[in-house]
């Protein structure tokens, strides 16, 4: 690795990709006896906090687990007034995203969602698809095991049809396929609420993406949250399997 390799993030970089959890929304508005609606449209404000600071902080990418493939499973009212939401929160935010140069991209099983819904997710990609200052990527209907899947699918279908020659599935060759290819993988993966998993999260993705979870409940998530967060992030060494002597003198080469 040469010392211009992004994997080798000395403590004076910011992440250059982030990846959070955005869990609490619903207890958040059980501690102030309102419905959990409440607390999912409280989420979307921080959401917006987020994006601009990140905007702002010059980070590359912002990854958002928005709906896990597991929320159906939650009541019916609960996902139909989150789906609503969602398609919402969508209409009224994407010319904003597009004037502030920042690209949207969903990763997931759209398949699930309304058409409608599924429209206008099209639609977002499509209209902010050239622009720069920062990707915002949603995973929507998301799940880890569900990514690797899909993309081992990808590729023996392809193998099938003679797109691709027969070949070994490798670790780069499942890479491109996987729903956040062309992306770095994250850097930093913060967890809000106080649970301490990944909950089926960019499971590939995450092998070497520093961890930080925090008690702090979603929508009380602010840009100082955030700050700590990436302060802490500078704080650690991160080897990805060499040795602290090797990195601290930066001799790793390939």
Known sequence: MSH???????????????????????????KRFMPRAFGHQAGVKAVRKMVEYCAQQQIEVLTLF????????RPQDEVSMLMGLFLATLQ??????DRNNIRLRFIGDRSQFS????????????????NSALTLVIAA?????WDISQACQQVVDKILTGELPQ?????????QHLSTHGLPEPDLFIRTGGEQRVS???????AYTEMYFTPTLWPDFDEQSLEAAIISFKGRQRRFGHTGEQILNQSVTL
């Open 167 to 175: 070949q070994a599935i490798t670790e780069h060759l499942l890479n």
């Open 115 to 130: 058409e409608s819904l599924q429209k206008k997710m099209a639609e977002g990609e499509a209209q902010t698809q050239h």
């Open 141 to 145: 209907n998301y799940g880890g095991r």
């Open 200 to 206: 089926n999260f960019l499971l590939w993705q995450l």
């Open 66 to 73: 928005a709906f896990s493939s597991e929320n159906w499973r």
């Open 4 to 30: 211009d390799d992004p994997n080798l993030l000395t403590a004076a970089n910011n992440p250059r990709h982030i990846a959070i959890i955005m869990d609490g929304n619903g207890r958040w508005a059980q």
């Open 92 to 97: 009224s935010e994407i010319n904003k995203l």
